[in-house]
């Protein structure tokens, strides 16, 4: 048995919560999940779960990796709120304050994109990277974007699922993301998917035209990250893409035909590939933020 | 007579170079020019003009602000250099190596617009910020982003000026990018203003309907900004903006408008904004780097 410390790590989702306590680098010692319904039901549960692995095995970080958008202004009063989502009951709910005095332990909060990207350089796709993309195409589109080994955090967490990018030549669908349209998110997350193609949608091939616009909506998409920070690779993982490899395919070379040569992207490939932690992306994020979490 | 360190600056541009001799914050001991014509005779120079510095007075670093493309990627063997410019003469060119040996003091290459950006950030329009953006609209449109207290930095440098965004309806420009055609640089630098508006171009007047276009792209860049790094301000200079402040009101209130309540931009106004160093921040960002030339 190892001597390495324990982190814990809670992973907030729009319909569930996964608690991991992990010896890292791989051994997970327990794992609970845990609804998401009422912030009061919903966190009570996960202080307990993190009050009871106090007492059982103790830990020496919390991380917490949550659905957005989320206040991580440390200036602002609000600071590891949820901010504006449309989930009932959580808009302005106090995530960390709350668990972080369950657990205390130093803790670090964080959006769920940015623990995984973190997490993708730590054991996945991104390793050794100080600049590195993690993109979730699902029922949106979120990103977690490693500068120079940090994520990108001014007045607010990156946000580029919700950039306008140009259109796909005879595209015109007019987009599903109720506050901008067509922004990447409106143009390729899943509920843009399911007004595309309506009935359609679960016998979608691979040939299916609608692909074409999904993927030219991600690869815009990865241009402006390309362009903003030049990552050293970008993983692309959510539902939407799980199991699509011909898309991630398409991605890339829409991506290198956009970019036309100005900017060339680093040899070997692919530059576009899945995250490699699967499932356990999202968990193992909040456990990457544990152990990022100031002493 | 002050005692703190003289630093030595070089800001290399596409129609000429100016080297100066600083002690921070606000002293200029020296400032020569040197026109930009080929790399042998306009890198000798300023060798020389170093030289010379260091004999007469002595610097304890040296930065340097180049136009780009650059290559800074510390495993390339081309580090250091010009990359894919179409100057005679510049492709491959390398500057940083040369500058070093002949200045012999810790050194520091970046690019213009980084190297604006941090000089704003140590004493212009940004101060006080670990993130902000410096975006010139001349020529081209170039853009240093600056997250956590440093440039961008992946496989390549912030080129935030060639995405493609999302265009002004009615607005069928093609845009002059001769690598993207309607990127932002394509939709709103000189060229671009030029080929929209032809022979009216020195007489424009503020309700000129092309300043809505020019806007606009500058916009949804500051949008996919925003949304990248989200900093705490945008300065925007360069000579298509230069005193135009209607340009800068309207891209402030066009990029409210486009983000449209999904992130707020930070109280206190302006977000977008002039450069508080003028003509000057190009030399004073090639000190602002030389200041973080690694001992």
């Known amino acids: 048995m190892s001597s390495s410390p324990l982190f814990a790590g809670i992973e907030l989702g729009g319909t569930k919560c996964v608690a991991i306590l992990a010896r890292v680098p791989d051994e997970i010692v327990a794992r609970e999940t845990v609804p998401t319904t009422s912030p009061e039901e919903t966190l009570g549960a996960l202080e307990r779960i993190l009050t009871r692995w106090k007492l059982e095995h103790g830990y020496s970080a919390l991380g917490i990796a949550s659905f957005g958008p989320v206040e991580l202004d440390p200036e602002s009063t609000n600071y590891g709120s949820i901010t504006s989502t449309p ?22 909060f964080d959006t769920d994109v940015n623990g995984a990207a973190l997490a993708e350089i730590r054991w996945g796709s991104g390793q050794g990277f100080a600049d590195f993309a993690y993109i979730t195409v699902g029922t949106g589109v979120g990103v977690g974007l490693i500068v120079n080994g940090l994520p990108t955090r001014g007045f607010a967490h990156c946000e580029l699922g919700h950039i306008r990018v140009a259109r796909l030549p005879g595209d015109a669908f007019p987009g599903s993301c109720p506050y901008h349209g067509d922004c990447v998110e409106g143009l390729a997350a899943g509920p843009s998917l399911k007004a595309r193609v309506g009935p359609r949608l679960p016998q979608l091939q691979h040939d299916d035209p609608v692909w074409e616009s999904v993927a030219w909506a991600i690869a815009q998409l990865c241009h402006a990250i390309v362009c903003a920070a030049a990552p ?64």
């Open 87 to 108: 989930k009932p009951g959580w808009r302005n709910a106090d995530v960390f304050q709350r668990l972080r005095q369950a657990a205390c332990v130093p803790a670090k």
């Open 232 to 295: 050293r690779a970008i993983a692309i993982g959510g539902g939407v893409v799980e199991n699509q490899l011909h898309l991630l395919d398409r991605v890339e070379r829409m991506l290198a035909k956009s970019l036309n040569g100005y900017m060339q992207l680093p040899p070997g490939s692919p530059y576009i590939r899945f995250p490699a932690l699967g499932a356990n992306a999202g968990p193992l994020g909040a456990v990457a933020l544990a152990m990022d979490a100031p002493k």
